[in-house]
């Protein structure tokens, strides 16, 4: 899986560069945050679409549910079924990834990033990171602008994942 | 003077000069950060990361002679801005200049506005050739009073050229975020200032307050998508600026539509090109740089791999697109490990408007003629630093087979400057700067 694993890379290095950002003379640029958030949102909505491809690979059927007709292209649709192929440790990242039901799977083809309401709260460090405690004396901690679509029928909101990100309160 | 890019298609540029250290040892305080002429060329200003500013002045000796016009000395050096700490957020803020802008002349002296992440500055600088002497009680040790027997009158007397920067206005505490452009207003009273979210109007004699007149900050900060990026007033008209934005949108705001111009008059956007979808296309599609033309009629936008043209008169697709250095496109991932696809190209219309100019890796920097549809890529590099050695263009392949290992991303020519009224550029290689003209028949 070239793709998913490509894409679970490019999330690492991006967490990493905005760990390493916080030290940086000058303090948080909130351009090069934002720049590394989409990405990491670009990459793990093509993580997501790759391993549902593996998945329908694998078994070889249809899904009893609708199917995840996700466009690799558009990455501003998420699917949040499950995987199990995935890793433990991106279940950290993510908590999107649930036991699949048979449930209706709404999509948001085609809604452009402007119209997204993002949710950035985030509450866990992925383990495959150095094991780094956030040591914030005042409460500047910020929101990786992690998007995702929440489906109604999946319940509760995926609680959000933290990763310490200083963008200068107003 | 020549006519600036008349037959720009035969243009052959020549070495000039080159300023800055030759040690392959650089010091990271002194990264050319900016680049710029002032109105009549005369003057050409460059800041750096460790907050100085080096001004050169054409050598007025040489102007006439075609050969030597573009012969720069350097005119006067100083600090303009200091390594600062905010306490209340434990942040350092950085010394590096981040832009200079020169304003028009209106007397004998000279001023310009420089910036850094947080601070705008308006310097004086002012010549003093002479000095008066012949006073009573000051000339050289105190003279006793009871010996002055009668009065003269001090006098002026030549003296050795001193040139004097002072700093005249201090713009502060007006920004949250880094500052990333300013912009004199044609109006020579006013200049604006951006930040990542805001743009800030200033009168040039006020310094105690600004007008906030672009805000787009979101109230949930977990809804930013967009940030400003580039920011610049209108050569002619006074209430016209742009701003570009990370997203690659151009947005054109008119002052005279209401006091804070969140709402853009006319916006520039091209539609997203699908089949060049990857996991970089956000990072590559954010405008690193956004000039009008001389004429006003256009304005030229930088992102990571091409410029683009626009008609101020459509905002629906660029009138030219030229693509910069496409074949780093396979090689965006390696970019963004390296940190390099974060770099921030700047680009610059010649005089006449004709050609456009813009810097890339390897210290190529690249030109585009639009009359005759032609690009030359040239070098700027200190085995070519013969005076009047004609520069040969670069041959660069726009296939898809480049390794990222012969991209030199440690050289790099993020700012270049172009002579407003002659064919002479400066570019700026990492801490060097070249100064080229162009080869005159």
């Known amino acids: 899986m070239e793709v998913g694993a490509e894409a679970k890379r490019i999330m690492v290095v991006a967490l990493g560069k905005l760990y390493s950002s916080r030290t940086q003379r000058g303090g948080l640029r909130l351009h090069r945050s934002l720049l590394l958030t989409l990405v990491m949102k670009s990459a793990r909505d093509m993580y997501h679409a790759a391993a549902q491809e593996e998945e329908e690979e694998y078994n070889g059927v249809v899904p009893r549910c609708d199917p995840a007709q996700v466009d690799s292209n558009n990455t501003t649709s998420t699917s949040t079924t499950t995987t199990q192929t995935v890793e433990p440790s991106l279940e950290q990242v993510s908590d999107s990834f649930t036991q699949p039901e048979p449930m209706e799977q709404t999509f948001t083809h085609g809604q452009t990033q402007q119209s997204r309401k993002r949710r950035g709260k985030i509450s866990a460090v992925p383990d495959f990171l150095p094991l780094k405690k956030a040591k914030l004396d005042c409460p500047t901690q910020l929101v990786v602008l992690v998007d995702y679509v929440t489906c109604s029928d999946l319940g509760a909101a995926p609680s959000p994942i933290p990763v310490p990100m200083a963008i200068a309160a107003c | ?441």
């Open chain 2, 1 to 441: 003077m020549a006519e600036a890019g008349e037959k720009s298609s035969e243009m052959e540029w020549c070495f000039s000069q080159v300023k800055g250290a030759i040690d392959d040892e650089v010091a990271e305080a002194d990264l050319i950060s900016a680049v710029e002429f002032n109105y009549t060329g005369e003057l050409l200003a460059t800041g750096d990361k460790g907050g100085r500013i080096v001004i050169f002045q054409q050598n007025p000796e040489n102007k006439s002679q075609p050969q030597c016009h573009a012969e720069y000395n350097v005119y006067s050096t100083f600090q303009s801005h200091e390594p600062e700490f905010d306490y209340l957020k434990s942040l350092e803020i950085e010394e590096k200049i981040n832009k200079i802008r020169w304003l028009p002349k209106k007397n004998a002296a000279h001023f310009l506005l420089s910036t850094n992440d947080k601070t705008i500055k308006l310097w004086k600088i002012s010549e003093r050739n002479k000095r008066p002497e012949g006073y009573n009680l000051r000339n050289g040790p105190y003279k006793d009073f009871t010996s002055i027997a009668s009065l003269q009158v001090p006098v002026f007397k030549p003296m050795d050229l001193m040139v004097e920067a002072s700093p005249r206005r201090v713009f502060a505490n007006a920004h949250k975020y880094h500052i990333n452009s300013i912009s004199v207003n044609s109006d020579n009273e006013t200049y604006l200032s951006a930040d990542d979210l805001r743009i800030n109007l200033w009168h040039l004699e006020i310094t105690g307050q600004s007008f906030n007149i672009v805000d787009i900050k979101p109230a949930n900060m977990e809804d930013l998508t967009e940030v400003i990026t580039a920011a610049e007033f209108h050569p002619n008209q006074c209430h016209t600026l742009v701003y570009g934005s990370s997203k690659g949108i151009i947005r054109l705001c008119d002052m005279r539509a209401a006091a804070l111009c969140d709402k853009h008059a006319k916006i520039f956007e091209e539609p997203e090109d699908r089949n060049s979808r990857s996991f970089f296309s956000e990072i590559i599609s954010s405008i690193s740089d956004v000039k009008f033309s001389h004429s006003g009629r256009y304005m030229m936008t930088r992102d990571y791999l091409s410029v683009k043209i626009w008609d101020i008169n459509m905002g629906t697709r660029p009138i030219e697109t030229f693509q910069v250095n496409e074949y780093l496109r396979s090689n965006l991932c390696s970019l963004y490990d390296n940190d390099c696809i974060f770099d921030k190209f700047e680009c610059c219309w010649s005089g006449n408007d004709r050609v456009v100019m813009t810097g890339s890796y390897n210290n190529f920097f690249r030109m585009f003629d639009r009359g005759f549809r032609r690009d030359v890529t040239l070098e700027a590099s200190r085995e070519n630093c013969k005076p009047q050695s004609v520069l040969k263009p670069c041959k660069v392949s726009i296939g898809l087979e480049i390794s990222i290992d012969s991209v030199d991303c440690n050289k790099k020519i993020l700012h270049t400057a172009w002579h407003p009224l002659d064919n002479i550029i400066a570019v700026a290689t990492t801490n060097n700067l070249f100064i080229f003209q162009d080869k005159l028949k």
